[in-house]
Structures are given as C-alpha cells and as structure tokens.
C-alpha cells in the first residue's frame, strides 16, 4: 500500500511500488545511479575512517540542531537512508530524494518503512513538488558539487519548496579536510567502489578517477557568490574543521 500525502506533488504519479515513488520515465544515468548505488554507496561509509565518521556525524548533528518536530523535512541525495534515519524520529515528515531507484529500495528497508517516511525517484534540480511544502530542505555531504546539476537551479528549486521561515541546509568539504577526504577516497579505490585515483589532476578541492569520476568542492566564496546572485539571507559557518555549512533562511 503506498503511504504518500499526495498534496506535496505537483500532478500524477507514474508509477507506485510500495512507497518509492519514480517520477521520471527515462533511466537516470550519473555516476551515483550506476557505480555507486544501494549497497556499494553504504560500503563507503561503511569503510570510513574514524575521523571521516566523526565528519559525517558532525553534519548530521548540526542539522538535527535545526530541526523542529512539527517540521516537514526533504533530503536531497537521501541515497540508501543514512541520514533520514536520524531525521525520522525529530519531525513530522521526511521526504527522501535520489536518482538512483537501487539506493532508495535499500533506504526503504534502511529507515524500516516508518511511517511519516517517504521516498521518490527525482532530480534536485526539478522536483515533482510543490511549491512552500516543506519547513526545512537538507543537502549535505558535498550535494551540491556531487549532483553534477547546475547549483544555481538546485538553489532556486529547493528555495521554491520551501515555506516562509524556514531554512535551506547545503554543505561541502572544509579545507581543512583534506587530507582525510583523500585517505576516505583512496580506501574507496581500493576496494574498487570508484576508479583508481588519477594523482595527476587531484588537487585543490578536486578528486579525479581514472573511470571519468570527478568530486569537487564547493568552497565559502562559492556559497557566498551564489547566495548573492538570488539575494538570499544566508550564514556560511564551518563545522568540526571538516564541513562548511551555507544555510539560507527563507
């Protein structure tokens, strides 16, 4: 039986198994739909050094510190359930969102189909939502480099969904992280989850694989001219001296 409030979509389902919903007809094809999808993106974190984990827990904290429990919540990039699970239990309704239909079958027995929990098959960049429906929208872990869309829409489609006073949460890599987010890549590498790492072209914020993966940074002065390109109220914070928070009030 589907479990979706159907007042947050913006026209008809396309099809409905269980409580995934995919909204768009055609195969997502990014690198995250395919190489790194449902149980090989778990075993990222999974492998994670302990210092990457005190990263990864540290951004979830820091949004759970903004989170209501009347709040409706949307995760952009929700993959196979890690931070939906603890955004669960502190609001009234959590929406997760991914490309990859793999990732979100595994977030679907993940988060133990609790109720309030719902799942769709979607861009970040056009979503299949309406407008002012959501209290807080959160995309961190990098989102906003990783999605491989255009910032700019992401921003204005995540602000679109978002209700008066409420708040947009995006993060990306401190410098300060460096050598640890590398340490956590080369791990993936070798236990063949992205390709072998080309030393030649990373640098500076950015990882390139010999397979054609590239993860960037989005860095303070990217959030901050990009805030000032919509106008937008904005704190640009750093977090654990590993993650950079951009977090825009609506």
């Known amino acids: 039986m589907l479990a979706i409030s159907m007042h947050f979509l913006k026209s008809k389902i396309l099809f409905a198994p269980y409580w995934i919903v995919i909204w768009d007809i055609y195969r997502m094809n990014d690198y995250y739909s395919e190489q790194l999808s449902s149980n090989n993106l778990k075993r990222c974190y999974d492998i994670a050094p302990s210092r990457v984990k005190q990263y990864l827990q540290s951004e979830v904290d820091y949004v759970l510190e903004h989170i209501q429990k009347t709040d409706h919540v949307i995760e952009l990039g929700c993959g196979y359930g890690r931070i939906l699970k603890d955004l669960l239990p502190v609001s009234s ?113 950015v990882i390139s694989c010999r397979d054609g993966f590239t993860a960037t940074t989005f860095r303070p002065e990217d959030f901050s001219n990009l805030s000032s390109q919509l106008n937008l109220d904005t704190r640009i914070i750093e977090i654990d001296s590993s993650s950079v928070f951009c977090v825009i009030s609506v």
């Open 93 to 205: 309704k959590v929406i997760g969102i991914d490309t990859s239909i793999e990732s979100l079958i595994i977030a679907k027995d993940f988060v133990e189909q609790k109720i309030g929990c719902h799942l769709f098959q979607a861009n970040a960049e056009c979503l299949p939502l309406q407008d002012v429906s959501f209290d807080k929208v959160v995309c961190i872990q990098n989102g906003i480099s990783a999605f491989k869309v255009d910032p700019l829409d992401l921003l204005k489609e995540s602000i679109r969904i978002t209700r008066k006073g409420g708040l947009c949460l995006f993060s990306s890599y401190s410098e300060k992280f460096w050598e640890h987010r590398i340490d956590w890549f080369k791990l993936q590498a070798d236990a063949g989850l992205i390709g072998e790492i080309d030393w030649n072209r990373t640098s500076d914020g």
